[in-house]
């Protein structure tokens, strides 16, 4: 008999579900559910009757789509699933009652309301000290700084509060009713000891957050339940076992690629945010670790030495700027056909620069770095977005650099996994800026690591070691082999310039 678990990838700016086979020693997917999601901004007034704009997460259209998935797979396939697993993007959450009612909307990651808060975390706690516990970099959206809002600004909600759950646990709540996150998600948050793997006492209380609202964390693959029985029967399924993935979607996409020896493999999952890493046996919390802004994530019995670059999110903003603009939505192949056709190296930008990170018009943005670089800005649309992925390219050189130096190894080719694994020119722009061979692929990385962390979870593979060749032999790989890279060694002296 066939086993058929089911995968939930939810990503920053959609969701996808998959249905994943195993039979006779083989494994297939097939995507069963999509739809578009992203955050909204909603503007209230507070209770001094500023109005500000709030942007959250539409948490009831998700999960509607999530049961969407569930009726297609009874539909389309079979009345009996043997798993359910949860993906999601590694920040956000929302606060529950004892009563299991949310106590406020999901705030977004990208709310302003962050955009000091690493600065109050810092005023609490040495951050020498934070890096040490946890091993993860200060990054804005990071769970420490959305808690210590809400022990600064709702106290009230805080004291109401039964649970925090995540993103990932909020969504096995609503099918389950469980309250559990697994390792890989709460290694992200900055505040999980980075070697015990519990939320670290010492963070909590300093940044004074209620540690009874923290929710258990659990191994990637252990169980999380199973479907409510009368949701179950609702949908006509079996009462599904939930099981936990490695649930922070770069921990899924780093599990999938098909790595040979970790020690010389740049791993990168690409998308709206570009994770550049290695996988390495134990953290690193070295001085030289946390100025280079290196994070230590929990993974699947391992742990991700690595930086979060931003993404193709440049490129899905100046694509939403021109559609306001247009009328109309470019296609791919039209906006591929004008970056192929554009100069080489017109500007050169710092995809991580804060003026990219939620801009009213990305294009402007762009601009506006250039002018402040001393650059001409680039002259068309093809241009701009061909300065986009070459600045993406040797941003990936440049972090490469930096982790191989910290963890003390060399890399000698690059596996891009996730959806910008499609990405031709980016692979080829990422080949030739490293001088390193590119493998791409699975592009559904991190559905494919969902897959066999579940599969693994419920004794369908003895391990992830296991899973290696079966991934190997159900997607293929493509190879990018670097071309000329004189031109790149020149344009990344300017570009390590612009860096300062």
Partial sequence: MPKRLFAVDLGASGGKCFVGTFADGTFSMDEIHRFAHDGMDL?????????????????????RNIVMGLQAFRR???DELDSIGIDTWGADGALINADGDMLSKMYCYRDHRLDSMIDEVKARMDPARIYALTGIHFQPFNLSNQLLWLVQNRPELLALAARFLPVSSLFYYFLGGVQKVDSSWASVSQLMDAREQTWSDELLAGLGIPSAIMPEIVSPGASMGALHADLAASLDLNRVPLTATAAHDTASAFAAAPVSNPDEALIISSGTWS?????????ITSTAAMEAGISNEGGVGNVRLLKNCMGTWLVQELRRVWKIADGREMSWPEMDALSDAAPAFAALVDPDDASFYNPDNMEAAIAAFCQRTG????????????T???????????????ICEVSGTQSTVVNIVGGGSNNKRLNQFT???????????????????????????????????AAQPVIRAAFPIREYPPGDTAPWQKAYETFTTLMG
């Fill in 388 to 402: 986009v992925y070459e600045s993406l390219a040797l941003k990936y050189r440049f972090v490469n650099e930096q």
């Fill in 431 to 465: 080949a030739d800026a490293l001088g390193l061979p590119v493998l791409a692929g699975p592009m559904e990385g991190t559905a494919v690591g969902n897959f066999m962390v579940q599969a693994v979870g419920v004794g369908i593979i003895s391990s992830m070691e």
């Fill in 375 to 386: 650059q001409a800005v680039p002259a068309d649309r093809g241009s701009m977005l061909r």
């Fill in 76 to 78: 389309d396939v079979a």
């Fill in 43 to 63: 503007y209230l007034p507070d209770r001094s009757g500023c109005v500000t704009p709030r942007t959250v997460w539409d948490d009831t259209f998700i999960y």
């Fill in 275 to 283: 994770l550049v890493g290695k996988l390495i046996p134990a953290p």
